[in-house]
Structures are given as structure tokens and as C-alpha cells.
């Protein structure tokens, strides 16, 4: 089993930053991949971004590109969601993902094993 725990969340007008944390614990080296998917009122769940946790290789959605960083601290067990520039239709509810991603599949599509309580994100214009 994998425990994730979210925070960073909150409120911040349009143009702000948010730094969201994912602190992940128990059999984190079972897995290969984390990632960040965020759902907003009324809309299906996406992934924002995904990190390959021993290669280091990242993936972004289009609509965050540019805007939005993963990196992850090893020592520390815990991934972040670095987000700039941050627009109104960016507010939703965020969630930390972790699990195995078979090679081929998107990670920024795949249903992962192991998922965190969530952070709510609210920007305002």
C-alpha cells in the first residue's frame, strides 16, 4: 500500500502562484509513476502532470505547459506541483496519484492505483 498526502492548496487571484505537496509513504518503491490530475465542478477528472520517478522524465498537459513544474524530492518522498501564472479555469480540486504505468500508456492518462484526499485550488480574476 501507498499513503499520499496533499497540501499547498488555497485561494489566489489571477496571475498568482500555488506550490502543492505530495508526500507519499509506505511501499513508494513499488511504483514508477506520480503524478498530478485536478477536477473541476461539473468537468471529468484530467492529469495536469506526471513524473517517471526513477527516470525523472515529466509530462504536462497542454493547457499547463509552460506554467505548471513536477519535481520531486527523493529524500523526502514527496513530489510537487509548482504552479505559475495561474488562471481562472485552473481552480479545481487536485490530487496526488501514484502507481505502475505499463509502458506505452499515457501517464497522464492512466488510472492509478493509489490516489491522496485532494487540495482545492481557487483562482480568482
Known amino acids: 500500500q501507498v499513503q499520499l498526502v496533499e497540501s499547498g492548496g488555497g485561494s489566489v487571484q489571477a496571475g498568482g502562484s500555488l506550490r502543492l505537496s505530495c508526500a507519499a509513504s509506505?511501499?513508494?518503491?513499488?511504483?514508477?509513476?506520480m503524478a498530478w490530475f485536478r477536477q473541476a465542478a461539473g468537468k471529468e477528472r484530467e492529469g495536469v502532470a506526471a513524473?517517471?520517478?526513477?527516470?525523472?522524465?515529466?509530462y504536462y498537459a497542454d493547457s499547463v505547459k509552460g506554467r505548471f513544474t513536477i519535481s520531486q524530492d527523493n529524500a523526502k518522498n514527496t513530489v510537487y506541483l509548482q504552479m505559475n501564472s495561474l488562471k481562472p479555469e485552473d481552480t479545481a480540486m487536485y490530487y496526488c496519484?501514484?502507481?505502475?504505468?505499463?509502458?506505452?500508456?499515457?501517464?497522464?492518462?492512466?488510472?492509478?492505483?493509489?490516489w491522496g484526499q485532494g487540495t482545492q485550488v481557487t483562482v480568482s480574476s
Open positions: 496519484a501514484a502507481g505502475v504505468v505499463p509502458r506505452g500508456r499515457s501517464p497522464l492518462a492512466y488510472e492509478y492505483a493509489y
Open positions: 509506505g511501499y513508494t518503491y513499488t511504483t514508477n509513476y
Open positions: 513524473i517517471a520517478t526513477r527516470r525523472g522524465t515529466t
